[in-house]
């Protein structure tokens, strides 16, 4: 079981991003907090007892300070993780390379218009940018745990098994790559007529993919698998878990006491069972930092 040394906590640390996602379910609009007290969060955690960090958003890396809240987790004695688009991951990754343990980056489709409709046109090439990050990761001394990230849905469920064999043609193999079935959450809830698939379906894709591709880090999670399967701390510190098609309230990070986070995240042995099963990748680190 989970424990407080072994759950991944995602700290959005933003709710921003300018790339409007039909297929995002993150809450949008909520204050970002001042460098200092993002600082002081990553303390408070470390001292509550949590052990692993996940620095997601909104897109964590328009935070200007993003690599400094990084370093300051992994200095701690976190293991880190980040989930970005991935679009200055080669920008920065002197930095990250030695401070990050993983990061996951998504690809929902190899051609533009698949990109345009599962997320937005500003993602459109968002298969190019994953493959110059995979031919770059090649010549590089990488010590970073990559992770890649699917989300399926009526565009582009189709599509799955050329997606993995387009990737599985480079020479980089990635440490993990999960799949994902279409929440209806946050942003993502008014776009369900269009990306909604039946959980059969979904399945069934997974199943002949992982058929087709034995030896690839390939793994899934449905809608229903991912409910109440990952605690989030909000920008404002909030801590809450996705729960049906909204978020439940759990504790908050910086007023509670450690008992009360303790007692609020760690008390509901069925979330984590589910945190436990959505996470197992984790531990397949190739790269220790
Ligand atoms: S899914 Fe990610 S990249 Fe897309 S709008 Fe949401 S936060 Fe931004």
Redesign the pocket.
């Known amino acids: 079981m989970l424990n407080i040394n072994t759950l991944l906590l995602d700290f959005r640390i933003t709710s921003y ?5 039909d ?4 809450n949008p609009g909520i204050e970002d907090q001042s460098t200092e007290n993002a600082l002081k969060i990553l303390d408070k955690m470390y001292q509550v007892g949590f052990r692993r960090v996940g620095f997601t ?3 964590p890396t328009t935070r200007k300070d993003f690599l400094t809240l990084i370093e300051h987790a992994k200095q701690l004695g976190f293991m880190t993780y980040l989930s970005t ?1 991935g679009h200055r991951f080669v920008m920065d990754y002197e930095r990250l390379n030695g401070i990050l343990d993983w990061v996951g980056i ?1 690809i929902d489709g190899i051609e533009k218009e698949t990109n345009s409709d599962i ?2 046109e500003k ?1 459109g090439n968002q298969h190019r940018v994953v493959k110059d990050i995979l031919t770059w990761l090649t010549h590089s001394d990488n010590k970073i745990n990559i992770k890649l990230t699917t989300v399926v849905s009526q565009t582009n469920v189709h599509q799955i098994s050329d997606i993995v064999r387009w990737i599985n043609s480079f020479s980089y193999k990635v440490q993990s790559w999960r799949f994902y079935q279409f929440c209806p959450l946050g ?1 993502g809830k008014e776009k369900r007529d269009k990306l909604e698939i039946d959980t059969d379906l979904f399945i069934k894709t997974m199943e002949q993919t992982k058929a087709e591709f034995p030896d690839l880090p390939l793994s899934w999670a449905t809608f229903e698998e991912r409910d109440k399967a990952n605690v989030v701390m909000e920008p404002n510190f909030d801590v809450i878990i996705p729960d049906g098609e909204n978020y439940t309230y759990l504790c908050n990070m910086e007023k509670d006491t450690p008992e009360t986070i303790i007692h609020n995240i760690f008390g509901q042995p069925e979330i984590m069972n589910k945190c436990e099963n959505n996470r197992f990748w984790l531990d397949e680190m190739e790269f220790v930092s």
Do not use: D, H, K, T
């Open positions: 991003c300018n790339l409007g996602c297929l995002c379910f993150r958003g909104g897109e688009v998504p997320r937005s993602m942003v």
